[in-house]
């Protein structure tokens, strides 16, 4: 199953997991040199990501306060 980003197309990764295991088969059994032992295209284009890191307390002081009263217990017993 593949959706389309721009003109890119992204597999699901249990597509890429059996699609690389195929052709390591193939790369293993493979007893002709002459024959390409890899049938991926490279990239027209690669994206990078940048990384972020966000943190928050679970659960929030309101949220403990909310949860200790609904559920009959001390807030430091949610926390």
Known sequence: MTSELRN???CEMEDEVICAEEHLKKIETSSNEKEPL?????????VRY????????????????YM???????EEYIR
């Open 50 to 65: 940048g990384k972020e890191l966000s943190m928050v307390k679970i659960p929030s002081k309101s949220a403990s306060k």
């Open 68 to 74: 200790a009263k609904k559920y009959n217990r001390t």
């Open 38 to 46: 890899c049938e991926c295209q490279t990239p027209c284009e690669m």
């Open 8 to 10: 890119e197309s992204i």
